[in-house]
């Protein structure tokens, strides 16, 4: 089945670690994204890319950083520079890239990160 | 002002009944609409797009009203399995990276 898969489901670290985020989906879309869901926020866009090796910030790219190295692959790393990394961190992807965005997005189920 | 605000709920809501939700918007420039399903801890799923000349998709029927600048989601008889968030997304330059997402409506239907 096609999809995006994200890992780990639930990650704990402590501060002032790096940690990274997975994603990696098969549905040979050209375009993908990262969110975070905060409780009472709606989804905010970190980075997003369109196609391989080029990427671009989202709204609240900050303490985040990113890669595009194969189009299947989009992992997140949430650095020790990220004030508040506590959150709900939701990985997407669309089929268009440059211009030809369908309107729908599918996302992977999400990567829970905690802060201790 | 947000860009996008909904009404948080909860709505709860008895089976069977017909229930709505609207969403505003404030950029007049938004090209499309959309309404996704979020159930509690999970990833969100687009449930419909939203046209102009509003659309129907079973139980669901969604309305755009431009002048107003509001979406609305009217679920008719409404389904235990309805429970869910609903989230409203607008889309103001034509690419997703554009998107603005509300923070989404909670439906809790009852028996």
């Known amino acids: 089945d096609g999809g995006i898969t994200q890992s780990p489901k639930y990650l704990f670290r402590k501060e002032g670690q790096n940690v990274t985020l997975s994603c990696e989906q098969n549905?040979?879309?050209?375009?993908m994204y990262w969110y975070r869901q905060d409780p009472g926020q709606g989804l905010r866009l970190i980075y997003y890319s369109q196609i391989v090796n080029d990427f671009q910030k989202g709204d609240i790219a900050e303490g985040y950083s990113v890669s595009r190295e194969k189009k299947e692959s989009f992992p997140l790393t949430v650095t020790s520079a990220q004030k508040n990394p506590t959150a709900f961190y939701l990985c997407?992807?669309?089929?268009?890239?440059?211009?030809?965005?369908?309107?729908?997005?599918?996302f992977g189920e999400g990567s829970r990160l905690t802060v201790l | 002002r947000k860009e996008v605000e909904q009404d948080p709920g909860p709505f709860n809501v008895p089976e069977g009944a017909t229930v709505a939700f609207n969403c505003t918007y404030s950029n007049s420039a938004s090209q499309s609409f959309f309404w996704y399903r979020q159930d509690c801890r999970k990833e969100p799923k687009l449930l419909m797009s939203?046209?102009?000349s509003g659309n129907e998709d079973g139980r669901f029927t969604a309305q755009l009203n431009r002048a107003s600048q509001y979406i609305s989601l009217l679920i008719r008889d409404s389904k235990l399995s309805d429970s869910a968030t609903y989230l409203c997304?607008?889309?103001?330059?034509?690419?997703?990276?554009?998107?603005?997402f509300g923070t989404g409506t909670r439906l809790q239907v009852t028996l």
């Open positions: 997304v607008v889309n103001w330059a034509g690419t997703a990276s554009k998107l603005t």
């Open positions: 549905l040979n879309h050209d375009a």
């Open positions: 939203v046209y102009s």
């Open positions: 997407a992807s669309s089929i268009g890239g440059q211009g030809a965005y369908t309107g729908e997005l599918f």
